[in-house]
């Protein structure tokens, strides 16, 4: 089972994006589920989303607390919740932002996951659009991100998540 958390603020889309990738895996022929969890429901509140992807049903119904692949849209949410609680050894983390994990004071972080798992890409940034997204694929989801060179080249970086089966995660 494919678990995902994401963090934001209210009015930042964290439960549409939820609900978007239970749908898309949904669309895959997979069983989903996306939920929220609010601390207080009010515009540029803290907002926790949760959304699980799997081939069988699925029967859990409770907050995400070891997720496989964490995504934060507020990196303001960093020093102020432990978004990284929980994190599986071998989870990926994309974070919205063009500040590195180090510029981002998260080196202590960063040591303890693999550097290819731990992206940052931010969504906006001026009037050069960019954007990441974990989509569900044919086999895996993939988290994807596109941005534009200084030369105005387009590029594409995309890697399959697909985690490794532990004893309480079905293979």
Same mark, same amino acid.
């Given at each position: 089972?494919?678990?995902?958390?994401?963090?934001?603020?209210?009015?930042?889309?964290?439960?549409?994006?939820?609900?978007?990738? =239970?749908?898309?895996?949904?669309?895959?022929?997979?069983?989903?589920?996306?939920?929220?969890? $609010?601390? =207080?429901?009010?515009?540029?509140?803290?907002?926790?989303? $949760?959304?699980?992807?799997?081939?069988?049903?699925?029967?859990?119904?409770?907050?995400?607390?070891?997720?496989?692949?964490?995504?934060?849209?507020?990196?303001?949410?960093?020093?102020?919740?432990?978004?990284?609680?929980?994190?599986?050894?071998?989870?990926?983390?994309?974070?919205?932002?063009?500040? #590195?994990?180090?510029?981002?004071?998260?080196?202590?972080?960063?040591?303890?996951?693999?550097?290819?798992?731990?992206?940052?890409?931010?969504?906006? #940034?001026?009037?050069?659009?960019?954007?990441?997204?974990?989509?569900?694929?044919?086999?895996?989801?993939?988290?994807?991100?596109?941005?534009?060179?200084?030369?105005?080249?387009?590029?594409?970086?995309?890697?399959?998540?697909?985690? #490794?089966?532990?004893?309480?995660?079905?293979?």
């Amino acid at each position: 089972m494919l678990q995902i958390r994401i963090h934001g603020r209210g009015g930042q889309g964290v439960v549409t994006a939820a609900e978007m990738l =239970s749908i898309a895996a949904f669309e895959q022929g997979r069983h989903a589920q996306a939920f929220r969890s $609010f601390g =207080s429901e009010r515009t540029g509140a803290p907002v926790v989303a $949760f959304c699980r992807i799997d081939d069988h049903e699925i029967r859990l119904r409770e907050p995400i607390l070891a997720p496989n692949v964490l995504i934060v849209q507020d990196p303001t949410l960093l020093h102020q919740v432990d978004v990284f609680q929980g994190l599986r050894p071998d989870g990926y983390v994309l974070i919205n932002g063009k500040r #590195s994990f180090d510029e981002l004071g998260l080196a202590e972080i960063a040591e303890r996951f693999r550097p290819e798992r731990l992206v940052t890409v931010a969504a906006r #940034s001026g009037t050069e659009a960019r954007w990441a997204h974990v989509r569900p694929g044919h086999n895996a989801v993939t988290m994807c991100g596109s941005r534009q060179s200084e030369r105005g080249m387009r590029f594409r970086l995309c890697a399959p998540l697909r985690p #490794s089966p532990t004893p309480d995660m079905p293979g």
